[in-house]
């Protein structure tokens, strides 16, 4: 009881009572800085507005249709603009928020008090954050013009406002975990925006192929409900008033997809604030074994809903025959060719690890002593965050999104995944340790923590993207480019078909991936402690 009561009174004392939320609030609107922004802000909307709603008339036919369309048209458009002013202000409020304070050393005074790094994180965010709905309030009367002029409902509206305000929660976290790994405010401002792009290209390509099947040709969503669609169409902040009205059938019940979409910004902020945590924690503190927990949880609940997502989209058209590419001879999707697009999607899922797996393969001696090697694989040191449990970690947060996938797609009817799914699943944990090997073997050279981070980073985008334009010119020539011979020394190549034909590629690069891993790990291993004993010796002549 005691236990309870005292969270709830830190739960309240930090997302209610937070000083450091209260005293940015003031800082960041003292003088007339704001209100000439907000100002200019309004100037802009209403006049981008006013011409989208000329063009969208101007055109319009004398069809009531057409006319409905030209509003709705008129309402996305205005819609579109607030998602891009979000992702345009969200990160910049909150990508400088930590490394000002970092530069004027004045953390260190922060933490001398009775402040926590949560503490401190969450009230950071909450005052960056209230701007994003700061910038949908004051366009609700530009908004409800739609509203009055038949383009949009109120529902709608109040929907596609949740989504962005999602997003806007999502950018900030982001921004704010840069913040705090940066070394300057431009390097902070740089990243969060790379980032923010790289978020809603991978977002608006997912959307807009919902958006698209509804608008053009006629087709009706994957089910037998015109607005049902996968939950994560709604991650786009440009799309968000053509995915308001979109639901997902769960155990019979069809959940509106905004509440998916407030619970996965939840969840991915949680899991940036406690990742910014451990960058501010000398130690890490709790806030490591926090993070690996939330992140296994949320790995695996994840998981769950994108294969329960994909395999109601494959068991929806399982029975329906395909034409393969140019014309050939149709074809029905099989068992094995469903177990190979779930094991692609389980890849394509895991690809976010690009962003962290140089944080998890390589340590160094320029930063706190959490980061020196002290072994290759211990579980025990799983929750500390040293460099000996992060491989077991990284293990089993993909055995567990791999169980996640599976269940999520058994239970949306596909059934039991065959074992070509699981061919797929080793594959990309092959290629994971790989990577990782390749981390341990660069700070194993380099003594940097952040050379060694960079530098992988460069190594693993280079390795996966240079052959491309290479391979693919040599293959111009070709019906399916990806059908000529030095294709198939692409490691990548295993994910390029769209049946299960690769399947047997996929499982001979997963053995010759695990076999370079274990070659480069017990190298990196002997390198590492040699470098140890060199340390030592130095610290006992010293």
Known sequence: MFAVGGWLDETKRVYFQNATSVRDYRVQLRGSRSVILFGLYLFILIGAAFFAYDSSTRYAGGSIVDAQRQLHTFAATVMGMLGGAIALVAPGLSATAVVLEKQRQSLDLVFSGPVTPKYYLVGKMMSSYRYSWMLLVLALPIVAASVVLGGASWYDVLTAFIQLSAQGLILTAIALLMSTMAVRPVSAIIWSYAATIVYCIASSLISVS???????????????????????????????????????????????????????????????????GTQLSFTGGREIPSLRIHSLLYGFLLSYAIGCAVGGSVSAIHSV?????????????????????????????????????????????????????????????????TPAGNLPFLLMTLLLASLGMGIGAGVSGVGVVSGFYWIYVGYAISFWVLMFAIGRMVSSFFGGLRNSRVLVFVV????????????????????????????????????????????????????????????????????????????QKYDEQA
């Open 210 to 276: 919902y958006v698209f099947s509804r608008t053009f040709g006629g087709m009706s969503g994957i089910g037998s409900n015109a607005n049902e669609a996968p939950w994560y169409v709604t991650m786009s902040p440009f799309t968000a008033l053509d995915t308001s009205r979109s639901v997902t059938v769960a155990w019979g019940v069809h959940v509106p997809n905004w509440i998916f979409a407030v619970l996965f910004a939840l969840a991915t902020s949680k899991i940036f604030v406690l990742a910014a």
């Open 321 to 385: 025959t395909r034409s393969a590419a140019f014309g050939s001879t149709p074809m029905a999707v099989t068992a094995s060719d469903t177990s190979s697009i779930l094991g692609r999607a389980f890849c394509g899922m895991t690809s976010v690890l690009v962003l962290f797996i140089a944080y998890l393969s390589c340590f160094g001696y320029d930063r706190e002593h959490r980061y020196w090697p002290n072994g290759l694989v211990s579980w025990k040191s799983i929750w500390n965050g």
């Open 460 to 535: 693993l985008i280079a390795i996966t993207s240079l052959p491309l334009p290479f391979l693919t010119a040599v293959g111009r020539n070709s019906e399916d480019p990806t059908n000529s011979m030095l294709w198939n020394f692409y490691f990548l190549s295993p994910l390029l078909g769209d049946d299960a034909t690769r399947v047997p590629s996929a499982l001979m690069f997963a053995a010759l991936m695990t076999g370079a891993a274990v070659v480069l790990l017990f190298l990196s291993e002997l390198r590492a402690r040699s470098k140890m004993v060199q340390a």
